[in-house]
């Protein structure tokens, strides 16, 4: 095996990160590689709404999917951003969208000038610049070849949709690409005694499926890396306590609004996902602070419309595998780790993992640096988001508006990572915003989460700082009537859908 070609691949698990897997793969590899995919109805799979970030476009276009048909087949919606309600203070609303934030001139980052004037001005609102957050509040959505707005960056958007249904999209992809699914339980895998390779897996009527390098998608089980391999789980409930979720599917309101919504709540914070069928809802939240009938009454008391099942309970706890390459083992999805579903980011671990196993694919054994790499990779990515997300919970008003409960005064007091203390306290004091360049999120994402959380430059920079108010304000405003003129024509969003789904 050490050795030997790699052209036998098996994945454990269905689901959405069992069948991204095996449709890439099978995009790639169908041709030379044998690829087998096993799973059980029985134990079924997650099938929330989920919510994405603009990156499912280079998966989609690998695959080369027909976005008007994904929509259709997944019930899905469009995505400008996340809302966020309640994080800073009680009513204070602010959104994490998707795209830029007016426009740099020079190697000056914008939010410098901005920050120039709303120091003078507070209710020079940043997303006054931003052009996916003012179509999103206005309902609207158009492809970027439709928005005439030359001078300033595009609108880049992702989607909600109905995960089980995604599963199911995908599913039909890549069995038509030859993968081979095989249905049933596993109760077993066999190590080679001399190398500690995974040699097979045992399903329950006995049959052995072997593989050479095999993909565990088992989910919070992980059945392949966890239990067979005994790969550590890396711990980060000290700072993401929340580890539960309540949730359930509630009837449609008018309009879809193009953009999630996470509103803060006493024990943790509840999510609103709308697709084209029923709105998504779940409460995420810490156990200690709240019992799981207390969860499920707040969530059914803030749905939009009526309840279209009764609530559901997962649980769960933040953090990562110690490695997610191990041996002839790939971990992708839950089996390696999760993360809260804050910032919408399960999906991209699915994918980034994908994409770092086909860039990295071995070809003759498992070489030690190949798989050190993806460890490497995987592991900055996964610790940069738990940053990402860390910094809406301890970055809040200090005043008598913000939200009050035994949790909230607890996250306070809470150890924040150094890599994040670093990036807040270079903001604050001096207005330099520089994330690392394997960030997921890069510096229109942690600008608006920042000023959304309240943290403000004392100054901006120096050239900006120079710069005549008049010049200035000429110069903002044109960028405000920019957005303006290319926001009003586009299309509402609810009719946006009805014409893609109906081509």
């Known amino acids: 095996m050490i050795n030997g070609e790699v052209n036998n691949i098996t994945i454990v698990g269905g689901g959405s990160a069992?069948?991204?897997?095996?449709?890439?793969?099978?995009r790639?590899?169908?041709?030379?590689?044998?690829?087998?995919?096993?799973?059980?109805?029985?134990?079924?799979?997650?099938?929330?709404?989920?919510?994405?970030?603009?990156?499912?476009?280079?998966?989609?276009?690998?695959?080369?999917?027909?976005?008007?048909?994904?929509?259709?087949?997944?019930?899905?919606?469009?995505?400008?951003?996340?809302?966020?309600?309640?994080?800073?203070?009680?009513?204070?609303?602010?959104?994490?969208a998707f795209g830029t934030i007016g426009k740099d001139t020079g190697m000056v980052q914008f939010h410098n000038y901005w920050l120039k004037s709303y120091l003078n001005d507070p209710k020079d609102d940043l997303w006054k610049y931003s052009l996916n957050y003012q179509a999103a509040k206005h309902n609207k959505f158009e492809r970027p070849?439709?928005?005439?707005?030359?001078?300033?960056?595009?609108?880049?958007?992702?989607?909600?949709?109905?995960?089980?249904?995604?599963?199911?999209?995908?599913?039909?992809?890549?069995?038509a690409k030859s993968v081979k699914r095989i249905e049933g339980k596993i109760v077993d895998t066999k190590l080679d005694a001399e190398t500690g390779y995974i040699a097979n897996v045992v399903m329950e009527n006995g049959t052995e499926v072997d593989g050479d390098l095999f993909v565990d998608c088992s989910g919070f089980r992980s059945l392949l890396m966890g239990k067979a391999l005994g790969v550590k789980f890396l711990d980060y409930t000290d700072i993401l306590p929340v580890n539960r979720a309540c949730y359930a599917p509630c009837q449609g309101v008018s309009p879809i609004t193009p953009y999630t919504r996470a509103t803060a709540q006493d024990a943790g914070w509840s999510w609103r996902i709308p697709l084209q069928h029923r709105i998504g809802n779940g409460y995420v939240y810490c156990a200690d602070y709240i019992s799981d009938d207390e969860a499920c009454s707040v969530l059914l008391r803030n749905l939009d419309g009526p309840a279209l099942a009764d609530p559901n309970i997962v649980k769960f706890g933040a953090g990562r595998r110690e490695y997610s390459f191990h041996k002839n083992c790939v971990a992708i999805g839950l089996s390696n780790g999760f993360l809260e579903p804050l910032e919408s980011t399960a999906i991209h671990f699915i994918q980034g993992a994908i994409a770092r196993?086909?860039?990295?694919?071995?070809?003759?054994?498992?070489?030690?640096?190949?798989?050190?790499?993806?460890?490497?990779?995987?592991?900055?990515?996964?610790?940069?988001?738990?940053?990402?997300?860390?910094?809406?919970?301890?970055?809040?008003?200090?005043?008598e508006n913000r939200l009050k409960s035994k949790f909230w005064d607890d996250r306070q007091k809470m150890p924040i990572p150094e890599t994040l203390r670093h990036k807040m306290d270079l903001f604050r004091n001096t207005g330099i915003l520089s994330p690392n360049m394997y960030d997921l999120f890069k510096y229109p994402s942690w600008l608006q989460v920042l000023v959304g959380q309240g943290v403000i430059p004392q100054n901006p920079h120096a050239y900006a700082n120079s710069i005549d108010v008049n010049n200035l304000q000429g110069y903002l405003g044109s960028i405000r009537q920019t957005i303006n003129n290319a926001v009003a024509p586009l299309p509402l969003h609810d009719d946006f859908l009805k014409r893609a789904i109906s081509n």
């Open 18 to 26: 069992g069948w991204m897997t095996a449709a890439a793969l099978s």
């Open 28 to 96: 790639m590899f169908g041709t030379t590689h044998k690829i087998t995919l096993i799973e059980s109805e029985e134990i079924g799979i997650i099938g929330v709404g989920e919510a994405t970030i603009p990156s499912i476009h280079l998966f989609h276009q690998l695959l080369g999917l027909d976005e008007n048909e994904f929509l259709r087949e997944t019930k899905g919606s469009i995505k400008l951003g996340i809302e966020f309600v309640n994080w800073y203070e009680v009513g204070h609303r602010y959104m994490h």
């Open 145 to 175: 070849e439709k928005v005439n707005c030359a001078p300033l960056d595009g609108m880049p958007w992702a989607y909600h949709f109905d995960a089980s249904l995604y599963a199911k999209y995908l599913r039909k992809y890549a069995e």
């Open 357 to 399: 196993l086909i860039a990295l694919m071995p070809v003759k054994g498992i070489d030690k640096n190949l798989v050190d790499e993806f460890n490497e990779q995987g592991a900055t990515e996964f610790d940069m988001v738990r940053d990402f997300i860390v910094l809406h919970y301890v970055a809040q008003s200090s005043g």
